[in-house]
């Protein structure tokens, strides 16, 4: 198996993704490459291929070790609005540990989403209400991080210093409201008899 020269590590799928995420944070996502990684490494650039296919195929794991970072109740707390807001509130906060992610998590889903899709089915919701609450709800997180992560210069949007101080400050509990208001927005479409229709 290939070593790192660097640091005498075997190298292996989990420790290229971890790298490239660690790169990503430092650097931004237009940093990383196979070059850059295995240079990262003390590898030859040719022998990440013999555990990643292509890059694609990275940025993918890379993903899905920061989606691997969120911590939520193994358990259903019964009330659906409750256990939705948990979720997208910890992606919430998996997001801005990683803002250099956030366009890359706006493009790729995973298999959460399906496992979602399928929960809010079984409180009561459509499969077409359950996959535009999912949607809404991805958008809302994803959007709410990318605009947090920037950088807004107030002379180029012509906002008084105050305004534009306060308009910079994307506050975690603003995120919560109103993730809250959009899940309560979709109540009225769930079967009252709690069972998929």
């Given amino acids: ?23 990503i944070d430092e650097k931004g996502f237009e940093a990383l490459s196979m070059r850059r990684l295995a240079s990262d490494l003390g590898v030859e650039a040719a022998s990440l291929y013999h555990h990643v296919p292509n890059k694609q195929a990275l940025l993918d ?3 899905a070790l ?11 707390s019964g009330e659906w609005i409750e256990d939705m807001e948990e979720v997208f509130v910890e992606y919430r ?7 250099n992610m956030v366009l890359l998590a706006g493009r790729r889903l995973d298999n959460g989403t399906e496992n ?47 305004l534009a101080t ?18 309560e927005s979709f109540e009225s479409r769930l079967d009252p008899s709690g069972a998929a229709h």
Wanted: proline share 2%.
């Fill in 1 to 23: 198996m290939s070593k790192s020269q660097g640091q005498g590590t075997a190298l292996s799928a989990d420790l290229l993704y971890e790298r490239a995420l660690a790169i």
């Fill in 61 to 63: 794991g890379a993903l």
């Fill in 66 to 76: 920061m989606r691997s970072e969120m911590q939520v109740s193994p358990e259903s």
């Fill in 93 to 99: 906060r998996v997001l801005a540990a990683h803002p």
């Fill in 116 to 162: 979602g899709i399928a929960y809010l089915m079984d409180a009561g919701f459509t499969l077409d209400d359950a996959v535009e609450l999912m949607q809404s709800l991805a958008s809302f997180v994803v959007g709410f991080s990318m605009f947090s992560s920037l950088d807004i210069d107030k002379g180029d949007l012509g906002l008084s210093a105050e």
């Fill in 166 to 183: 306060r308009m910079r400050d994307w506050r975690d509990d603003t995120c919560r409201r109103t993730l809250r208001l959009l899940l």
